[in-house]
Protein backbone atom coordinates (compact mmCIF):
# COMPACT_ATOMS: atom_id res chain seq x y z
CA UNK A 1 0.00 0.00 0.00
CA UNK A 2 1.14 3.14 -0.31
CA UNK A 3 -0.18 6.93 0.67
CA UNK A 4 0.84 10.92 -0.02
CA UNK A 5 0.35 13.44 2.37
CA UNK A 6 0.01 17.25 1.91
CA UNK A 7 -0.33 18.74 4.88
CA UNK A 8 -0.85 21.96 3.81
CA UNK A 9 -3.85 22.89 1.75
CA UNK A 10 -3.49 26.22 1.34
CA UNK A 11 0.10 28.06 0.72
CA UNK A 12 -0.16 31.91 0.67
CA UNK A 13 2.78 33.71 -0.20
CA UNK A 14 3.98 36.85 -1.48
CA UNK A 15 5.36 37.62 -5.23
CA UNK A 16 9.39 37.06 -4.91
CA UNK A 17 9.14 35.31 -1.74
CA UNK A 18 10.03 31.74 -1.47
CA UNK A 19 7.63 29.01 -1.04
CA UNK A 20 8.16 25.46 0.17
CA UNK A 21 5.35 22.63 -0.50
CA UNK A 22 5.65 19.64 1.87
CA UNK A 23 5.32 15.92 0.76
CA UNK A 24 5.60 13.15 2.64
CA UNK A 25 4.91 9.28 1.30
CA UNK A 26 4.57 5.84 2.48
CA UNK A 27 5.21 2.95 0.59
CA UNK A 28 5.85 -0.88 1.10
CA UNK A 29 8.12 -0.72 -2.24
CA UNK A 30 10.53 1.68 -3.80
CA UNK A 31 8.44 4.54 -5.49
CA UNK A 32 9.19 6.94 -8.65
CA UNK A 33 7.56 10.42 -7.47
CA UNK A 34 6.31 13.31 -9.36
CA UNK A 35 4.76 16.68 -8.60
CA UNK A 36 1.40 17.67 -10.86
CA UNK A 37 0.32 21.29 -11.32
CA UNK A 38 -3.11 22.34 -12.08
CA UNK A 39 -3.72 25.69 -13.52
CA UNK A 40 -7.89 27.00 -12.92
CA UNK A 41 -10.04 24.79 -15.05
CA UNK A 42 -7.31 22.93 -16.58
CA UNK A 43 -5.93 19.28 -16.40
CA UNK A 44 -3.15 18.34 -14.63
CA UNK A 45 0.37 18.77 -16.10
CA UNK A 46 3.83 17.18 -14.68
CA UNK A 47 5.95 19.66 -13.04
CA UNK A 48 8.80 17.25 -12.36
CA UNK A 49 9.73 13.69 -11.24
CA UNK A 50 12.25 11.59 -9.21
CA UNK A 51 13.16 8.20 -10.74
CA UNK A 52 16.52 7.68 -9.63
CA UNK A 53 20.31 9.41 -9.39
CA UNK A 54 20.57 12.54 -7.78
CA UNK A 55 18.21 12.94 -5.39
CA UNK A 56 17.63 17.15 -6.49
CA UNK A 57 15.38 17.81 -9.50
CA UNK A 58 14.75 20.70 -11.49
CA UNK A 59 11.95 22.08 -13.49
CA UNK A 60 12.02 24.61 -16.30
CA UNK A 61 10.41 27.22 -14.30
CA UNK A 62 12.55 27.02 -11.45
CA UNK A 63 11.01 24.82 -9.25
CA UNK A 64 12.78 22.12 -7.25
CA UNK A 65 12.19 19.18 -5.20
CA UNK A 66 14.27 16.67 -3.32
CA UNK A 67 14.03 13.44 -2.60
CA UNK A 68 14.94 12.54 1.04
CA UNK A 69 14.69 8.59 1.43
CA UNK A 70 15.09 8.35 5.25
CA UNK A 71 12.77 11.12 5.77
CA UNK A 72 9.85 9.74 3.19
CA UNK A 73 9.55 13.30 1.65
CA UNK A 74 9.53 14.77 -1.66
CA UNK A 75 9.04 18.64 -0.86
CA UNK A 76 8.85 21.04 -3.50
CA UNK A 77 10.82 24.37 -3.61
CA UNK A 78 10.62 27.66 -5.38
CA UNK A 79 13.38 30.51 -4.29
CA UNK A 80 11.26 33.33 -5.48
CA UNK A 81 7.60 32.94 -6.70
CA UNK A 82 5.55 34.65 -9.64
CA UNK A 83 2.14 35.58 -9.84
CA UNK A 84 1.88 33.12 -12.56
CA UNK A 85 2.25 30.50 -10.27
CA UNK A 86 -0.45 30.36 -8.61
CA UNK A 87 -2.12 26.97 -8.90
CA UNK A 88 -2.99 23.84 -7.40
CA UNK A 89 0.06 21.39 -6.77
CA UNK A 90 -0.15 17.64 -6.11
CA UNK A 91 2.24 15.33 -4.99
CA UNK A 92 1.71 11.30 -6.44
CA UNK A 93 3.94 8.68 -5.89
CA UNK A 94 3.90 5.88 -8.76
CA UNK A 95 4.41 2.02 -8.08
CA UNK A 96 3.38 -1.28 -10.11
CA UNK A 97 -0.10 -2.81 -8.22
CA UNK A 98 -1.22 -5.76 -9.55
CA UNK A 99 0.03 -5.04 -13.23
CA UNK A 100 -0.45 -1.42 -13.78
CA UNK A 101 0.93 1.69 -12.92
CA UNK A 102 -1.04 2.83 -9.57
CA UNK A 103 0.17 6.50 -8.89
CA UNK A 104 -1.72 7.72 -5.50
CA UNK A 105 -2.11 11.78 -5.28
CA UNK A 106 -1.93 13.58 -2.48
CA UNK A 107 -4.65 15.53 -1.70
CA UNK A 108 -3.21 18.81 -3.27
CA UNK A 109 -1.60 21.94 -2.05
CA UNK A 110 -3.45 25.65 -3.51
CA UNK A 111 -0.23 28.00 -3.70
CA UNK A 112 -1.64 31.88 -4.09
CA UNK A 113 0.75 34.33 -4.72
CA UNK A 114 -0.17 37.37 -3.22
CA UNK A 115 1.22 40.78 -5.62
CA UNK B 1 -2.39 19.92 -31.27
CA UNK B 2 -1.62 15.89 -29.50
CA UNK B 3 -2.47 15.61 -26.54
CA UNK B 4 -6.25 14.52 -25.06
CA UNK B 5 -9.57 15.47 -25.49
CA UNK B 6 -12.78 15.00 -23.55
CA UNK B 7 -16.54 15.48 -23.91
CA UNK B 8 -18.54 17.09 -22.64
CA UNK B 9 -17.04 19.94 -21.01
CA UNK B 10 -19.28 19.89 -18.49
CA UNK B 11 -22.65 18.31 -18.07
CA UNK B 12 -25.90 18.12 -15.57
CA UNK B 13 -27.74 15.44 -15.33
CA UNK B 14 -30.84 13.60 -13.51
CA UNK B 15 -30.28 11.03 -11.26
CA UNK B 16 -30.87 7.47 -12.69
CA UNK B 17 -30.05 8.39 -16.57
CA UNK B 18 -26.98 6.71 -18.49
CA UNK B 19 -24.04 8.80 -19.45
CA UNK B 20 -21.22 8.01 -21.11
CA UNK B 21 -18.15 10.82 -20.89
CA UNK B 22 -15.60 10.61 -24.21
CA UNK B 23 -12.32 10.86 -24.10
CA UNK B 24 -10.05 10.54 -27.24
CA UNK B 25 -6.41 11.16 -27.60
CA UNK B 26 -3.86 11.15 -30.22
CA UNK B 27 -0.21 10.42 -28.57
CA UNK B 28 -0.55 7.02 -29.57
CA UNK B 29 -0.42 5.95 -25.91
CA UNK B 30 -0.65 2.48 -25.11
CA UNK B 31 -2.02 3.18 -21.38
CA UNK B 32 -5.37 5.25 -20.28
CA UNK B 33 -6.52 5.75 -16.84
CA UNK B 34 -9.73 7.72 -15.72
CA UNK B 35 -9.73 9.64 -12.15
CA UNK B 36 -12.12 11.58 -10.56
CA UNK B 37 -11.28 14.46 -8.28
CA UNK B 38 -13.08 15.93 -5.49
CA UNK B 39 -12.75 18.68 -3.12
CA UNK B 40 -10.29 17.63 -0.41
CA UNK B 41 -9.83 14.06 -1.69
CA UNK B 42 -7.26 14.70 -4.78
CA UNK B 43 -7.79 12.20 -7.54
CA UNK B 44 -8.89 8.86 -7.17
CA UNK B 45 -8.91 6.31 -9.56
CA UNK B 46 -11.59 4.48 -11.66
CA UNK B 47 -10.93 2.50 -14.30
CA UNK B 48 -7.66 1.86 -16.04
CA UNK B 49 -5.88 0.25 -19.26
CA UNK B 50 -2.79 -0.75 -19.98
CA UNK B 51 -3.88 -1.40 -23.91
CA UNK B 52 -6.54 -1.57 -26.30
CA UNK B 53 -8.65 -4.12 -25.65
CA UNK B 54 -8.03 -4.94 -21.53
CA UNK B 55 -9.22 -2.97 -18.91
CA UNK B 56 -8.64 -3.11 -15.26
CA UNK B 57 -10.48 -1.55 -12.09
CA UNK B 58 -8.75 1.16 -10.07
CA UNK B 59 -9.67 2.21 -6.25
CA UNK B 60 -13.50 3.77 -7.16
CA UNK B 61 -15.22 1.34 -9.94
CA UNK B 62 -18.87 0.43 -8.49
CA UNK B 63 -21.23 2.29 -10.58
CA UNK B 64 -18.96 3.15 -13.57
CA UNK B 65 -17.76 0.98 -16.56
CA UNK B 66 -14.96 1.46 -19.20
CA UNK B 67 -14.24 0.02 -22.75
CA UNK B 68 -11.21 0.13 -24.66
CA UNK B 69 -12.10 -1.00 -28.08
CA UNK B 70 -8.73 0.99 -29.73
CA UNK B 71 -5.92 3.07 -28.79
CA UNK B 72 -7.26 6.59 -29.10
CA UNK B 73 -10.46 6.15 -27.24
CA UNK B 74 -11.84 5.19 -23.78
CA UNK B 75 -15.13 6.07 -22.71
CA UNK B 76 -16.72 5.86 -19.42
CA UNK B 77 -19.96 4.93 -18.79
CA UNK B 78 -21.99 6.26 -16.12
CA UNK B 79 -25.04 3.38 -16.08
CA UNK B 80 -27.56 5.00 -13.55
CA UNK B 81 -26.23 8.47 -12.15
CA UNK B 82 -26.38 8.86 -8.85
CA UNK B 83 -26.04 12.49 -7.01
CA UNK B 84 -22.40 10.96 -5.34
CA UNK B 85 -20.78 10.71 -8.97
CA UNK B 86 -21.15 14.62 -9.31
CA UNK B 87 -17.74 15.23 -9.78
CA UNK B 88 -15.19 16.43 -12.26
CA UNK B 89 -13.67 13.71 -14.05
CA UNK B 90 -10.45 13.66 -15.55
CA UNK B 91 -8.91 10.90 -18.34
CA UNK B 92 -5.10 10.21 -18.81
CA UNK B 93 -3.29 8.73 -20.65
CA UNK B 94 0.73 7.37 -20.89
CA UNK B 95 3.30 5.97 -23.25
CA UNK B 96 3.40 2.70 -20.94
CA UNK B 97 1.85 1.13 -17.79
CA UNK B 98 5.20 0.79 -16.07
CA UNK B 99 5.55 2.94 -13.29
CA UNK B 100 7.47 6.11 -13.56
CA UNK B 101 5.76 7.46 -16.85
CA UNK B 102 4.44 10.41 -17.30
CA UNK B 103 0.86 11.08 -17.38
CA UNK B 104 -0.78 13.76 -19.86
CA UNK B 105 -4.31 14.88 -18.59
CA UNK B 106 -7.21 16.39 -20.80
CA UNK B 107 -9.32 18.86 -19.58
CA UNK B 108 -11.79 17.19 -17.53
CA UNK B 109 -15.27 16.66 -17.56
CA UNK B 110 -17.47 18.34 -14.93
CA UNK B 111 -20.40 16.66 -14.03
CA UNK B 112 -23.42 17.40 -12.12
CA UNK B 113 -25.96 14.39 -11.17
CA UNK B 114 -28.76 15.44 -9.46
Known amino acids: AQSVTQLDSQVPVFEEAPVELRCNYS??????LFWYVQYPNQGLQLLLK??????LVESINGFEAEFNKSQTSFHLRKPSVHISDTAEYFC?????????????FGTGTKLQVIP | IAGITQAPTSQILAAGRRMTLRCTQD?????MYWYRQDLGLGLRLIHY???????GKGEVPDGYSVSRANTDDFPLTLASAVPSQTSVYFC?????????????FGPGTRLTVL
Open chain 2, 49 to 55: SNTAGTT
Open chain 1, 50 to 55: YLSGST
Open chain 2, 92 to 104: ASSEGHQRGNEQF
Open chain 1, 92 to 104: AVSALSGGYQKVT
Open chain 1, 27 to 32: SSVSVY
Open chain 2, 27 to 31: MRHNA
